[in-house]
């Protein structure tokens, strides 16, 4: 399989397990225990970080010595993992990532194959089969996923909490519905070093993964290792075709829509005259300009020996 490696274990026998106990239903709390144990019984000591507000991942990963550590566990959801990749790249960090999904939408881990089984989970990320993913930056700032803006995808932002943990996915979907009839068509200009586009748009993502905010094929020919950005934007159209594109974003036939701008690229700048929100990997992004950027393969993940295939064309 290309791309794989093999990690080895010897003389480094500390997990870095960063959870976040309130990510999702809350569930992983309930299995602390069980994790900690199958990580003792593989003959790992294990170093626990709770996810909290501030900058309790960032002062730890300034601090720690990676020549002691396998590898880091992050069980959370894509805002968790997100925290954990920053301070990663911030303090030169380069230990493989186990993931247990434990958010809402887990599309990072989603794209990976990853199972929902907590002990299935923990198999993998205490196996030795990894495989490489880019990281997008955006104005300094690093995304496992997507960064978006616009009206629609911003949707994580305004969604109840506790209606996410309640319904899952199914919240992101009948939020979006309760903002058509508010949408604002947006000016941008968007600059690669291909092209240069002006649009007026709805909404718009830069794309990593291949899903986000529960949107499975939102960018169906993305790449995690291609070295590229999948950028997709909604043109301003009659609310009338909206309907029927959204139907076509849930089956991942967009792309080909006269309604879509979809193009890949390794460098992009947004430009706007109007202040626009946006959202990095389902938490509050940064003011417009963006600036867009990858970095190649940055991050080692753990995949299942049975499951995952690796293809770098």
């Not at 993913?133 to 949707?155: S, T």
Request: with cysteine; net charge negative.
């Amino acid at each position: 399989m290309n791309g794989e490696k093999e990690t080895s274990n010897k003389k480094k026998n500390k997990i870095l397990l960063y959870y976040n106990a309130y990510s999702g239903s809350g569930v992983f709390k309930n299995n602390l225990d069980h994790i900690v144990e199958r990580i003792q019984n593989a003959g790992f000591q294990t170093i626990p970080v709770r996810a909290s507000k501030g900058l309790v991942i960032d002062d730890v990963l300034a601090n720690i010595d990676q020549d002691e550590f396998s590898r880091i566990i992050v069980a959370g959801g894509d805002g968790t993992v997100n925290l954990c990749v920053n301070a990663m790249i911030k303090h030169d960090i380069h230990l493989p990532l186990g993931i247990l999904p434990a958010g809402t939408a887990n599309d990072f881990a989603y794209y990976f194959e990853l199972p929902s089984d907590i002990d299935y989970q923990l198999d993998i990320a205490l196996g030795n089969k990894t495989t490489r993913a880019d990281v997008g930056e955006v104005n300094g700032r690093n995304f496992v996923n997507v960064a978006a803006l616009g009206a629609l995808i911003d949707v994580s932002q305004k969604t109840d909490p506790n209606l996410k943990n309640a319904i899952g996915v199914l919240a992101y979907y009948l939020k979006a519905l309760t903002e058509i009839p508010q949408l604002h068509a947006i000016p941008v200009k968007l600059t690669t070093p291909e092209a240069v586009h002006f649009e007026d748009i709805y909404f718009m993502v830069v794309m990593n993964g291949e899903s986000a905010g529960g949107f499975r094929k939102l960018s169906p020919q993305s790449s995690m290792n291609d070295g590229k950005l999948d950028v997709i934007a909604f043109r301003k159209m009659p609310i009338l075709e909206l309907g029927p594109l959204l139907f076509e974003v849930v089956n991942g036939r967009h792309p080909n829509n006269k309604n879509v701008l979809f193009f890949q690229t390794d460098e992009l700048t947004i430009e706007s005259n109007e202040d626009i929100s946006t959202d990095i990997d389902g938490e509050h992004g940064e003011k417009l300009p963006l600036h867009f950027k990858v970095l190649n393969e940055r991050l080692e993940v753990f995949v299942s020996e049975q499951n995952w295939t690796y293809d770098e064309d």
